[in-house]
């Protein structure tokens, strides 16, 4: 096999807006580096690269011109190219969503940093034998949505909410997927690591550019094996699962470095013990396939958009959903714009193969349950569901996770969580998550 690893820096510079919030936020400095880093596989035949990028997420229109460029200069296609973001809330502007808007510059940037980190793992690439395995890291990652026991749905319940709560709403996967590399020796030269959840323990606090928990998986394992060690990491189903746990004591640190610690080396230390139990396997084919599926937008009623303008400069909230009312009236009036624009949201889906093993792709925060799904109907094993990859759709969730109204009505509680309330963060309509599911079974089962 013809391995290489290579990263390329995309730290946001000082001022640059830091999306992720319902406010505008700006970059205050550097807590850590945010890298665009890269596996390079090949077989002899084919080949097949993967991306992990320290950003919220990625447009697909910054994927295709790394593709582009990546393919005049190394004659790898688009097809063998996935592109998948850690979802780090300390990164640049490369999101637009809530108030946050993409700079332009900074998405040429990235994306010509994306096909640097591609074209120098290829040229780093040199004969190396391959390995894959899985572990759990277990009680770090938690549900984020949560049913209470009067039948409704919160995000993140707190106060009197947490004495309601009955079960967690989630399928939650605690796998830690590694694909490892080593020479002839035996000596660890790189991997990949897969597992999911949200990049939000706040390591760049005050507004530092920062990896997030991902550093602490990075640094970890490069001051194990040494610099030279290569660490991509691709995040799983993460739409609704986070690093905070709603079931903790008061006095539990959810944010700031130390939950970072505790995240990264916890599933860095997991991957280490797969890394060093691994068989390694002198060959194994690869392959690469994508296809653009079409989703629903989500509605925005008359009614909707009524609410909306009547409560624009309103500061009131209701309870149980996040954010003041002024700011889900903005989301709905934007929302409805942008459905007159694109009634259909384009949806890049993508499997590459490694032996008998799978990365499947999709450009959402995609909820666990459907991620399930996937792997249970997938004729790979194992299979690894990565979220936020070559394209952002916002949050999506099994048809049932959605509220039959989100309208807010006097004596009605509000139900169905912050990630499925309509906003530009959640513009794909009930039933889209199916959709997505079975088109990504079908693109695995036509590559078997």
């Given at each position: 096999?013809?391995?290489?690893?290579?990263a390329a820096?995309?730290?946001?510079?000082?001022?640059?807006?830091?999306?992720?919030?319902?406010?505008?936020?700006y970059?205050?400095g550097m807590?850590?580096?945010?890298?665009?880093?890269?596996?390079?596989?090949g077989?002899?035949?084919?080949?097949?690269?993967?991306?992990?990028?320290?950003?919220?997420?990625?447009p697909?229109?910054?994927v295709?011109a790394?593709?582009?460029?990546?393919q005049e200069?190394i004659?790898?296609g688009p097809?063998?190219?996935?592109?998948?973001?850690?979802?780090?809330?300390?990164?640049?502007?490369?999101a637009?969503?809530?108030?946050?808007?993409?700079?332009?510059?900074?998405?040429?940037?990235?994306?010509?940093?994306?096909?640097t980190?591609?074209?120098d793992?290829?040229?780093?690439?040199?004969?190396?034998?391959?390995?894959?395995?899985?572990?759990?890291?277990?009680?770090?990652?938690?549900?984020?949505?949560?049913?209470?026991?009067?039948?409704?749905?919160?995000?993140?319940?707190?106060?009197?909410?947490?004495?309601?709560?009955?079960e967690?709403?989630?399928?939650q996967d605690?796998?830690?997927?590694?694909?490892?590399?080593?020479?002839?020796?035996g000596?660890?030269?790189?991997?990949?690591v897969?597992?999911?959840?949200?990049g939000?323990?706040?390591l760049?606090?005050?507004?530092?550019?920062?990896?997030?928990?991902?550093?602490?998986?990075?640094?970890?394992?490069?001051?194990?094996?040494g610099?030279?060690?290569?660490?991509?990491?691709?995040?799983?189903?993460?739409?609704?699962?986070?690093?905070?746990?709603?079931?903790?004591?008061?006095?539990?640190?959810?944010?700031?470095?130390?939950?970072?610690?505790?995240?990264?080396?916890?599933?860095?230390?997991?991957?280490?013990k797969?890394?060093?139990?691994?068989?390694?396997?002198q060959?194994?084919?690869?392959?690469?396939?994508?296809?653009?599926?079409?989703?629903?937008?989500?509605e925005?009623?008359d009614?909707?958009?009524?609410?909306?303008?009547?409560h624009?400069?309103?500061?009131?909230?209701?309870?149980?959903?996040?954010?003041?009312?002024?700011?889900?009236a903005?989301?709905?009036?934007?929302?409805?714009?942008?459905?007159?624009?694109?009634p259909?949201i384009?949806?890049?889906?993508?499997?590459?193969?490694?032996g008998?093993?799978?990365?499947?792709?999709?450009?959402?925060?995609?909820?666990?349950?459907?991620?399930?799904?996937?792997?249970?109907?997938s004729?790979f094993e194992?299979?690894?569901?990565?979220?936020?990859?070559?394209?952002?759709?916002?949050?999506?969730?099994?048809?049932?996770?959605?509220?039959?109204t989100?309208?807010?009505?006097?004596?009605?509680?509000?139900t169905?969580?912050?990630?499925?309330?309509?906003?530009?963060?959640?513009?794909?309509?009930?039933?889209?998550?199916?959709?997505?599911?079975?088109?990504s079974?079908?693109l695995?089962?036509?590559m078997?």
């Open positions: 096999m013809q391995i290489g690893f290579g820096n995309i730290t946001p510079s000082y001022g640059m807006e830091r999306p992720g919030g319902t406010g505008k936020a970059i205050q807590h850590d580096e945010c890298l665009a880093s890269t596996a390079y596989i077989d002899g035949e084919s080949a097949i690269a993967i991306v992990g990028l320290d950003t919220l997420s990625v697909h229109s910054v295709d790394a593709r582009e460029i990546i200069a004659g790898l097809d063998a190219v996935m592109v998948g973001a850690s979802h780090t809330h300390s990164s640049g502007p490369i637009a969503g809530f108030i946050s808007a993409i700079n332009r510059d900074y998405a040429t940037h990235v994306s010509r940093q994306i096909a980190a591609v074209i793992a290829h040229r780093r690439a040199e004969e190396l034998m391959i390995g894959i395995g899985t572990g759990e890291a277990c009680g770090v990652a938690h549900p984020r949505r949560w049913r209470l026991t009067d039948g409704r749905v919160v995000s993140h319940p707190r106060g009197e909410f947490r004495e309601l709560i009955a967690a709403e989630c399928e605690e796998t830690v997927g590694v694909v490892g590399a080593a020479d002839a020796d000596r660890l030269r790189g991997c990949i897969h597992f999911a959840c949200h939000t323990t706040g760049g606090v005050g507004g530092l550019a920062s990896a997030d928990w991902i550093h602490f998986l990075r640094t970890t394992l490069k001051g194990i094996f610099d030279d060690f290569g660490v991509v990491f691709v995040n799983g189903a993460c739409g609704d699962i986070t690093q905070m746990d709603n079931l903790a004591e008061p006095d539990f640190v959810q944010s700031g470095p130390i939950a970072a610690r505790r995240v990264g080396m916890t599933v860095a230390g997991e991957a280490l797969v890394l060093v139990q691994m068989g390694f396997e060959q194994m084919p690869v392959a690469g396939r994508r296809r653009v599926i079409h989703l629903p937008a989500r925005i009623t009614d909707m958009l009524q609410w909306a303008r009547e624009l400069e309103s500061e009131e909230m209701v309870e149980g959903r996040w954010f003041p009312n002024r700011v889900w903005r989301e709905w009036i934007e929302l409805a714009k942008m459905n007159e624009e694109e259909e384009p949806a890049e889906l993508q499997a590459l193969t490694i008998d093993a799978a990365f499947v792709s999709n450009p959402a925060e995609f909820f666990s349950q459907l991620a399930a799904q996937i792997r249970r109907g004729p194992p299979t690894f569901v990565v979220s936020l990859a070559n394209g952002s759709v916002g949050y999506v969730g099994p048809r049932d996770a959605y509220a039959e989100y309208l807010p009505a006097e004596d009605v509680p509000f169905g969580g912050y990630e499925t309330t309509p906003a530009r963060s959640s513009k794909v309509a009930p039933g889209g998550g199916e959709q997505i599911v079975e088109a079974i079908e695995l089962d036509a078997r």
